[in-house]
């Protein structure tokens, strides 16, 4: 890999309370897992570095709150991100039904209505039975025990 070419890219994480968001992160970036994670308050960003084509890439991941009460001020957080994942957990209806609600306040914060924007729909804690948000593209629910539990 060349150093030199290395290109960095800002993601946002944002969805509801509770749905799994910075387990999910610290999965990704450090391959551990922890019953115990506070309530993010505002932001906290992770890297990782990816090879794509033999260059680097630095991805810049940013966790953000899901409290309502943080909601305007995660949402200065938005500005100058590159993609943006939306997150939900599949045992709370609820924080599904409340994506519409987070994309469209982040593309009003971002860009203009008319531009496509990379955006990924995530659902969250797909190893817990109790399951409130159908399974759709084939998606299984592998029904692991709770203390098993990975993000």
Same mark, same amino acid.
């Given at each position: 890999?060349?150093?030199? #070419? #290395?290109?960095?890219?800002?993601?946002?994480?944002?969805?509801?309370?509770?749905?799994?968001?910075?387990?999910?992160?610290?999965?990704? !970036?450090? #391959?551990?897992?922890?019953? $115990?994670?506070?309530?993010?308050?505002?932001?906290?960003?992770?890297?990782?570095?990816?090879?794509?084509?033999?260059?680097?890439?630095?991805?810049?991941?940013? $966790?953000?709150?899901?409290?309502?009460?943080?909601?305007?001020?995660?949402?200065?957080?938005? #500005?100058?991100?590159?993609?943006?994942?939306?997150?939900?957990?599949?045992? $709370?209806?609820?924080? *599904?039904?409340?994506? $519409?609600?987070?994309?469209?306040? *982040?593309?009003?914060?971002?860009?203009?209505?008319?531009?496509?924007?990379?955006?990924? !729909?995530?659902?969250?804690?797909?190893?817990?039975?109790?399951?409130?948000?159908?399974?759709?593209?084939?998606?299984?629910?592998?029904?692991?025990?709770?203390?098993?539990?990975?993000?």
């Amino acid at each position: 890999m060349d150093a030199s #070419k #290395k290109v960095d890219l800002k993601i946002i994480i944002i969805g509801a309370l509770g749905v799994g968001k910075t387990s999910l992160l610290h999965q990704y !970036v450090h #391959k551990t897992f922890y019953e $115990d994670y506070r309530t993010t308050l505002g932001a906290s960003i992770l890297t990782k570095v990816l090879a794509v084509d033999n260059t680097p890439l630095k991805l810049q991941i940013w $966790d953000t709150g899901g409290q309502e009460r943080f909601r305007s001020m995660v949402s200065t957080f938005y #500005k100058g991100s590159d993609g943006c994942v939306l997150a939900f957990d599949v045992t $709370d209806r609820e924080s *599904f039904e409340s994506l $519409d609600n987070w994309r469209d306040d *982040f593309l009003e914060k971002v860009i203009p209505r008319e531009q496509d924007f990379p955006m990924v !729909v995530l659902g969250n804690k797909i190893d817990i039975c109790d399951r409130q948000v159908r399974e759709l593209l084939g998606t299984r629910c592998c029904c692991l025990p709770h203390a098993s539990r990975r993000a």
